[in-house]
């Protein structure tokens, strides 16, 4: 998929991360041997270079496909981070961040929230959600939506898929825009994922202080 490691710290605020490609090449039978998160129903696909995959739009009250959705990202963190932080700590983390409730009803506490899936033979194994910004952010970054969520199944690391979901993000970003010649996107980075982002485009505008966590602001025209 040809991105970059995810890494937690303390998370305060969901990010728009990809995770570590631990265990990425790797046989299916020893994918399935060393990780919880093996699909049998997709062992075809596990060592196929490119897979295309079906993106749509999950409702908001889609509560079945947000706790799937949650899962996925579950699935992908534990993954990258296993052997950085305890399972406990990390299930609290995510919980806090992508609990369905989040997903269904706080949103985070942004105005506007939109769900989007990747799905292979109708298994989701990519999540993307697009968000408006913060109400203290529409000055410094006025016409932009910011990514909030990018995460890969584990089985599926290193095909691309971050990369394909970022461009349906950016295209239904600018088609949601009041003005798509000035439309944006803008992320709040990992530092360890700020290489994926530059790779698509975006430009860094500085480090930014989220309690105890810095991230990377970086912004795309569209």
Known sequence: MGC????????????????????????????????????????????EPQIEIDIRQILNQDTKELTMFHELIKASILTAEKSH????????????????????????NRNWCAFYGGYLDGVLIVAGCLCSLEEDQYSSYPNTLEVMALFV??????????????????????????????SQLYVASALTSIGFYEKHGFKRQGLKQFDEEVCMELTKIL
Request: charged residues 25%; hydrophobic residues 30%; neutral net charge.
């Open 153 to 182: 199944h584990p089985m599926f690391f290193r095909k691309n898929l971050g990369s394909k979901m970022l461009a349906h993000l950016e295209t239904q970003a600018k088609h949601s825009s009041t003005d798509p010649k000035t």
């Open 4 to 47: 970059s490691c995810f890494s937690i710290c303390k998370i305060s605020r969901p990010q728009a991360v990809i995770p570590d490609q631990t265990g990425c090449n790797r046989t299916p039978s020893e994918f399935k041997q060393k990780s919880p998160y093996f699909l049998p129903e997709l062992s075809k696909y596990y060592e």
């Open 85 to 108: 932080h305890s399972e406990e700590e990390l299930d609290a983390l995510i919980y806090d961040l992508y609990g369905v409730e989040h997903l269904c009803e706080k949103r985070w």
